[in-house]
């Protein structure tokens, strides 16, 4: 094969110049005009050296060529180990991944892409690529210009959905913009009818996409320009929900979501350790629950400190329903003229109070002690809605400008009726469409330590294990040297180990490097991460000794207070008994920053 | 040519009589599973691990791994327990199972649902009641059927008894089962034990006996690798017609294997019952395929293409067996008449 270039009117070099160059590349082979643009490239590096070096950042150094296979049976596999060592031996540098085992934040990276993938019985992806299948499908995958490919499916065509899986992710690449370089290749229960020609044309392709010299070139990455206002507090940007997952089982006492939220365009940065601030919005049902039991209009106008919304609005987004205050009830109490409300306030029985307070929604207070309230006055009354807080669980090295959070949703029945968390409820109920308000809250005092060398011991229990992840893919992504033990306590391995199948993924590939676990129900004497450490004591204090930087993260009330005890019981231990030292000793490691935690 | 080995036989080599890395395995509280070469070796311990297939796409999108529990079937030769042995294996499964016991057409009783943190309890409470669950599954021999009803007649009995002892005596060798699960000291020179009767890798496939005692043949007795026809005269235990290389076994597609009725090749005395099943074992171990490509289907050297001529190598293992051991010579007299459903 020969080139055959007519050199275009509008090229740079014109004239006698642009005569030679024609002539000269006249007839050349594609390796030779790979090495030419390489050479090409080379000399305008040297002189113009000023011109890249300030702005060049390290490519990513990618094969130039990826094989992915996903096989249920072997027989992509095998195809796939066929067509790389094929490559291989043309001379060409080629990486064979299976899918589950593909990074695909590489995929834009990507130059010449080859897919062999397989169709299960009912049009199913093979169980390696459902998660690579499910991304590309969904509307968070990333558009991917410059990325060459073909696929070649395998299945059997018995099946109605015969090479589905393949069919689909052939048309979707295409459809993100990626250059298909030659048709689907579906092959039939008889593979290589289909397969080898496709891999003879795979092979003829990859060579002649092969630079006979590495060319000298840079890629000069173009800087978004920050014109996005920045999003705060007060001004949340609306973020799209990418996936609303529940991650705790079906027979689990606890619905534990994770949700992926997009920060794109939002100019939203965040630190692991950090937190997602969530404006949340009361349900609709309980919003009418609260009209209904005091006969208001929810489209009457109400004027407060300045603003006038619908007394739908306010009650919706701007007041709290599932929290009550005690200047509330203390109003709440003297419109009702009830004796027993009135002295329950007035004595201050504190613990009785609390109690009510902590167990009592609007609505459940409405219906206890009847009152007549006004919609001024009622909007007046109740305490102004406040954002809800969770501890980020990615690292923006990871997952980009997306924020992972691990959510709790608060659901029980009371007093006859459904309730819910205020934010937990709204995120766990929001669907595809919902924009939720976020912004970020920094959490300067749980930080990775700047020293990527040093430990870390991160102890948490239930959503508490939500920083972690991200502390974990931070130090992963960052080549961390130091070590990561994670302590994980709920309830029941079977049902509430979170992110159960990360963490093992995690330890197999060194990034995690001790685990344990503390499930409370699983035996009949329960078991809580703070038996954990102490029964691993003496590693524990290796590891502070070793310059460990100690995390806590979760419950405050019982698990940040027990771990501490313990802390301090491992302490005393080593210092003969001594209290005072134990407790000297934490005070230090908590001025060193080295004992940070983030309860709730 | 020399065919690669299989994984499998892989893993049994590089066993260690079947220890594995089964105690890493169930000291792995990170998960419910087994180290994969470990669920090879687990079923010759009589448990095999599986995982709800309706649960495993949502599991996997909760980020869980799979829901895994083993199910543990028992070696009972003829399907006999005791009434306190049943109440006790009822309780065993209501405590550490998912309350069910299953009856088996091989006349085992399985447990299902066990997750492995309650595996070796399990085990001892099985253990605890005077049954063990060694060889239950694997390539080793299988639980020994028994058509008899040991309480019909003193004959019936007697069957019922050969069938125990030879279950007994064709059981692995190894004390591994009895270190993982039921913490008992590795025996002292333990570097030295030998597998005499099954060889280090064990049988290339499972290999199944059964006792018929005429005219009921309801453990279907040429299905069988090895089949013991009891011949009963005047009520009286004379010995066994021996029938061998029978099979179900068949692997769809595949033409070289399909299933096949036994072959009757003499008759023998008791006495001469645990050489014949010892030599008809071993042609199993010798000549059945354990290479890469074996589908794991029915041995070649029993059924398939070289079934007919099956008696030949029996035979040679039939002289091997007799001058490695000190019994008189084996030889087999003609089948006696007989009257059992299949003839």
């Not at chain 1, 109070?353 to 609505?363: F, K, V, W």
Request: net charge neutral; hydrophobic share 40%; proline share 4%.
């Amino acid at each position: 094969m020969s080139a055959q270039i007519h050199t275009p009117a509008q090229l740079p070099i014109a004239g006698e110049k642009g005569i030679q160059l024609a002539r000269l590349v006249d007839g050349l082979d594609p390796q030779a005009l790979w090495w030419l643009s390489g050479y090409s490239a080379g000399l305008a590096s040297k002189l113009q050296p000023q011109a890249l070096a300030p702005a060049v950042a390290p490519t990513q150094a990618l094969a130039p060529i990826t094989v992915l296979y996903a096989s249920q049976t072997g027989n992509a596999r095998r195809v796939a180990e066929r067509l790389a060592a094929d490559i291989e031996s043309a001379g060409s540098a080629v990486r064979l991944l299976r899918a589950d085992a593909y990074a695909r934040r590489e995929l834009k990276d990507e130059r010449l892409l080859y897919i062999v993938i397989s169709t299960q019985g009912e049009g199913d992806p093979p169980d390696d690529a459902r998660t690579l299948v499910e991304y590309l499908a969904g509307k968070r995958a990333m558009p991917l210009p410059g990325v060459r490919f073909a696929v070649l499916g395998l299945g059997d065509s018995s099946y109605p959905q015969f090479n589905a899986v393949a069919r689909k992710l052939d048309a979707r690449l295409a459809e993100l913009g990626a250059e298909r370089l030659f048709a689907l290749g579906e092959a039939d229960l008889d593979i290589e009818t289909i397969a080898d020609p496709w891999r003879r044309q795979a092979l003829d392709h990859a060579i002649e996409s092969t630079p006979a010299a590495t060319p000298c070139a840079s890629v000069v990455p173009l800087r978004a320009v920050a014109t996005t206002p920045r999003h705060d507090r007060d001004a949340p940007f609306a973020a799209e929900l990418l996936a609303n997952q529940r991650i705790s089982a079906r027979d689990s006492e606890k619905d534990v979501r994770h949700l992926e939220l997009s920060l794109h365009g939002s100019g939203l940065e965040y630190e692991p350790g950090d937190a997602l601030g969530v404006w949340p919005r009361n349900a609709t049902a309980l919003v009418y629950s609260v009209l209904d039991l005091l006969a208001l209009d929810g489209d009457a106008a109400i004027s407060h400190g300045g603003e006038t919304h619908p007394l739908r609005h306010w009650l919706q987004v701007r007041r709290e329903l599932t929290r009550i205050g005690r200047p509330f009830l203390a109003r709440h109490a003297a419109l009702a003229g009830n004796a027993g409300l009135n002295h329950l306030l007035a004595t201050g029985q504190s613990a009785a109070l609390a109690t009510l307070l902590g167990s009592h929604q609007l609505p459940d207070v409405l219906r206890a002690w009847r009152a007549d309230w006004g919609a001024e006055e009622l909007v007046d009354a109740l305490r102004p809605l406040t954002p809800r807080l969770y501890s980020i669980a990615s690292s923006r090295k990871l997952v980009g400008e997306e924020a992972h959070l691990t959510v709790a949703h608060v659901e029980y029945q009371a007093f006859g009726h459904r309730h819910q968390g205020v934010a937990s409820g709204y995120l766990a109920d929001a669907g595809d469409e919902t924009r939720i308000a976020v912004f970020i809250e920094r959490n300067e005092r749980f930080r990775l330590p700047a020293d990527d060398s040093r430990d870390i011991i991160m102890i948490g229990a239930g959503t508490g294990i939500a920083p972690y992840r991200a502390f974990v893919q931070e130090r992963a992504a960052r080549g961390a040297s130091g070590r990561n033990w994670l302590l994980f306590g709920n309830p029941r391995f079977h049902s509430d180990f979170l992110y159960q199948v990360e963490w093992q993924e995690a330890l197999r590939e060194g990034r995690l490097h001790r685990l344990d676990l503390a499930f409370s129900r699983d035996q009949a004497s329960k078991i809580h991460v703070q038996q954990r450490l102490r029964e691993n004591s003496r590693q524990l204090l290796d590891w502070l000794g070793n310059g460990a930087h100690l995390y806590v993260c979760g419950d405050a009330t019982r698990m940040a207070r027990d771990v501490e005890d313990t802390l301090l019981e491992v302490f005393a231990g080593h210092a003969n008994g001594d209290r005072a030292q134990a407790a000297g000793k934490l005070e230090l490691l908590r001025q060193e920053g080295r004992y940070a935690r983030d309860v709730y | 040519m020399t065919t690669p080995i299989s994984n499998v036989e892989q893993i049994k080599q590089a066993s260690r009589h079947l220890r594995g890395s089964l105690r890493e395995s169930l000291g792995d509280a990170h998960t419910g599973a087994i180290r994969a070469d470990d669920t090879a070796l687990i079923k010759f311990h009589g448990s095999y691990q599986q995982d709800d297939r309706d649960l495993r796409e949502e599991r996997r999108q909760q980020k869980l791994e799979p829901a895994y529990s083993f199910m543990i079937r028992t070696r009972t030769p003829g399907g006999v327990v005791t009434p306190r042995q049943w109440l006790a294996l009822d309780a065993i499964a209501t405590r550490h199972a998912n309350g069910s016991l299953r009856l088996t057409t091989r006349q085992a009783l399985q447990f299902h649902g066990v997750i492995k943190r309650k595996l070796k309890a399990t085990l001892q409470a099985i253990n605890a009641s005077l049954i063990d669950t060694i060889a239950a599954c694997g390539d080793v021999n299988r639980n020994v059927m028994v058509s008899a009803n040991p309480v019909e007649s003193p004959a019936h009995a007697l069957v019922h008894d050969w069938a125990r002892r030879l279950s007994e005596h064709l059981k692995p060798n190894t004390h591994a089962y009895h270190e993982i699960w039921l913490d008992e000291e590795r025996i002292a020179g333990g570097e030295a034990e030998s597998e005499p009767l099954y060889g280090d890798t064990y049988l290339p496939r499972k290999f199944k006996i059964a006792f018929a005692v005429p005219p009921h043949n309801d453990v279907d007795v040429f299905a069988h690798d090895l089949g013991c026809v009891a011949i009963l005269e005047e009520g009286a235990l004379a010995g066994f017609n021996i029938s061998v290389g029978g099979g179900m076994g068949a692997t769809h597609n595949d033409a070289e294997t399909y299933p096949l009725l036994g072959q009757l090749i003499g008759f023998a005395t008791p006495d001469q019952l645990f050489a014949i099943a010892e030599a008809v074992l071993a042609t199993q171990r010798d000549f059945g395929n354990r290479s890469a490509s074996n589908t794991r289907s029915r041995i070649v050297a029993l059924t398939g293409s070289r079934a007919r001529s099956n008696a030949a190598p029996v035979s040679r293992w039939l002289s091997r067996a007799h001058s490695r051991s000190n019994t008189t010579a084996i030889a087999l007299a003609g089948a006696k008449a007989m009257t059992v459903a299949g003839t």
